[in-house]
């Protein structure tokens, strides 16, 4: 017997490259076997005995496993002693192949009796009941789709009311049947591809709930009928790109912008630019940066943002040139001693008095003083006689009434001269101040 089991054990390996699925599409078998026994142990008759009927119901799960209960009933005789033999069990089943021939691992749990028949009523009298523990090995070998023949051998242990551990082999038949259409879709779970969803044949399974001609699965947008080059979806600007990537999906835009229009030009879709019809930058929503007094320059970098100015002086206003013109002809008529900055002479101070005119006119204009010396003395001492010829004239006109907000001093030395230095009258031109406006 066990190098029958062994012989079995191998034939089964053999076959497990033959792979088809068949389980799926019938879940549930039926089985009808001869009962075939054979005692073992000590002081037992060893034979073979050969029952009644053993009856069979499963139902496959996954995997290859199965569930399921069987009962069998059967003679057995062992020297003088004939005892009637019964047995209820649950089991489970792994299929080691899904082909046509299919073989198989058993095992479970169940009860078992050995019964002399003297005084006991019932088919399993609890006094006579044994708990049962099996396992074993058996092959199915299908005829058609629905029909198999099984051979199966188990060995069961019994340690309780005198009962005999012993092998219990199978000889029969098996009818597999049911449904393994889970969505009754009329395509079966083990090549539907959509088991839990009803759909069409010729999508394996799946739905095509749109009617697109695209299965759901690999359908972007399934509620909407669309075209493959879309992957289901539609485009409904016909810009090229799909309402489903579309950011404005009912206007005509452009792919760099995610399917918007950018109708200002400036850059910036119309779906986040705050300002459509104007050009603005991005870092200001797409719209221009205000400019309160209409100068040009944007309050931003406005200093001067309440009063009309120029972009070189930050917004500002400033001295126009012909003023800068006329202020350098009374500049160049202020003369200084040799090697001094006192404003000295009624005609100087004249000057000074009509310069200050001109700013009073102008009061948005700031003006540098420049201060010059002539080649007399070192340049340092040059450098600092300008800067207080300079200052000079500042301090002049401050008491004149002219803001010192809108002054500045700066010297120059013995730089850029009007006249010959050789001589006394070119160094008395060079001894002067300049002006020029002031930006912020």
């Given at each position: ?340 900055s006192k404003i000295i002479g009624k005609k100087t101070r004249e000057v000074l008095k009509d310069i200050k005119n001109i700013l009073s006119e102008n009061p948005k204009g ?75």
């Amino acid at each position: 017997m066990k190098n029958l089991i062994s012989s079995f054990i191998c034939l089964s390996f053999l076959f497990l490259h033959n792979i088809k699925a068949q389980t799926l599409d019938k879940p549930w078998s039926f089985s009808v076997n001869s009962n075939i026994l054979n005692l073992l142990g000590n002081n037992l008759e060893d034979g073979i005995n050969f029952g009644g009927p053993a009856l069979g119901l499963s139902r496959f799960l996954s995997s290859g496993l199965s569930i399921g209960s069987q009962i069998s009933i059967g003679k057995v005789n062992n020297f003088n002693d004939s005892y009637n033999y019964s047995s209820v069990d649950g089991f489970l089943k792994l299929n080691l192949s899904e082909g046509n021939i299919v073989p198989y691992f058993i095992g479970g749990y169940g009860f078992s009796l050995f019964s002399d028949g003297i005084d006991r009523k019932g088919l399993f009298p609890s006094s006579e009941t044994s708990r049962t523990i099996f396992g074993g090995v058996g092959i199915g070998y299908y005829l058609t789709d629905n029909v198999s023949i099984n051979l199966q051998s188990t060995y069961r242990t019994m340690n309780e009311n005198d009962g005999f551990n012993h092998l219990q082999n199978f000889v029969g038949i098996v009818y597999s049947f049911g449904s393994g259409d889970s969505d009754k879709d009329g395509v079966s779970d083990k090549n539907d591809k959509c088991p839990d969803v009803p759909g069409l044949k010729e999508f394996e399974g799946c739905p095509d709930t749109d009617g697109d001609g695209i299965p759901d699965k690999e359908d972007q947008c399934p509620e909407i009928s669309g075209s493959p080059e879309f992957n289901g979806c539609i485009d409904s600007d016909g810009d090229g790109i799909s309402d489903l990537d579309d950011n404005c999906p009912e206007e005509y835009g452009m792919n760099d912008m995610n399917g918007c229009p950018d109708s200002d030009g400036d850059g910036i879709s119309d779906d986040i630019d705050e300002c459509k019809g104007a050009q603005g930058p991005n870092v200001n929503n797409g719209c221009p940066w205000p400019d309160s007094d209409g100068d040009g320059v944007p309050d931003k970098d406005d200093l001067c943002k309440d009063e009309a100015g120029i972009l070189s002086n930050k917004g500002c206003p400033e001295l126009s040139s012909e003023i800068v013109a006329t202020l350098n002809e009374f500049g160049s008529k202020i003369y200084f001693p040799a090697n001094s900055s006192k404003i000295i002479g009624k005609k100087t101070r004249e000057v000074l008095k009509d310069i200050k005119n001109i700013l009073s006119e102008n009061p948005k204009g700031n003006i540098i003083i420049e201060g010059y010396a002539s080649s007399d003395g070192d340049e340092d001492f040059n450098i600092d006689l300008s800067v207080r010829r300079a200052k000079a004239v500042l301090d002049y006109l401050i008491n004149l009434g002219i803001s010192a907000n809108r002054l500045e001093a700066e010297g120059y030395g013995e730089l850029k001269p009007l006249g010959d230095n050789s001589n006394p009258q070119g160094r008395a031109m060079n001894r002067r101040v300049q002006f020029k406006p002031k930006r912020n």
